[in-house]
C-alpha cells in the first residue's frame, strides 16, 4: 500500500487547512490511521490517531483544534487543521497500520504557519 498526502502550504495564523492521505488499498480492514508530524530539530511525534473503532485520539497541544477523520470509501484519511498557531509549523506525515501491526508511511507534507 502507498500512501499520498496532501494539502499542506504555506498558512496564515488562524487559518483552516486540511490534509488528506490517500491510500492505494482497501484500508477497511486496517487497525488505526494516524498523523504526526516532525518539526526542524524535533523528533516525529503523534498528532492524532483513529481506530478502526472509530475511537480517536489527540496529542493535547491539538486537542479541540485538530479533527481525524476516515473515510473508506475513498482509503483516505484527513486531518482538519483550525486555528493554526506557529508552532504547528512542521512536516505532516501519515502513517496507517494493518491488523497485524504493519505499517506504511506517507511521504510528508509541510505545513508553515505564517503572516
Known amino acids: 500500500v502507498q500512501l499520498q498526502a496532501s494539502g499542506g502550504g504555506s498558512v496564515q495564523p488562524g487559518g483552516s487547512p486540511r490534509l488528506s492521505c490517500a491510500a492505494s488499498?482497501?484500508?477497511?480492514?486496517?487497525?488505526?490511521e494516524a498523523w504526526y508530524r516532525q518539526a526542524p530539530g524535533s523528533r516525529r511525534a503523534l498528532v492524532a490517531r483513529?481506530?478502526?473503532?472509530?475511537?480517536?485520539y489527540y496529542t493535547s497541544s491539538v486537542r479541540g483544534r485538530f479533527t481525524i477523520s476516515r473515510d473508506n470509501s475513498r482509503n483516505t484519511v484527513y486531518l482538519q487543521m483550525n486555528d493554526l498557531r506557529s508552532e504547528d509549523t512542521a512536516t505532516y506525515f501519515c502513517?496507517?497500520?494493518?491488523?497485524?501491526?504493519?505499517?506504511?508511511w506517507g511521504q510528508g507534507t509541510q505545513v508553515t504557519v505564517s503572516s
Open positions: 502513517k496507517m497500520e494493518t491488523s497485524d501491526s504493519t505499517p506504511f
Open positions: 488499498g482497501d484500508i477497511s480492514t486496517f487497525s488505526n
Open positions: 483513529i481506530g478502526s473503532d472509530g475511537s480517536k
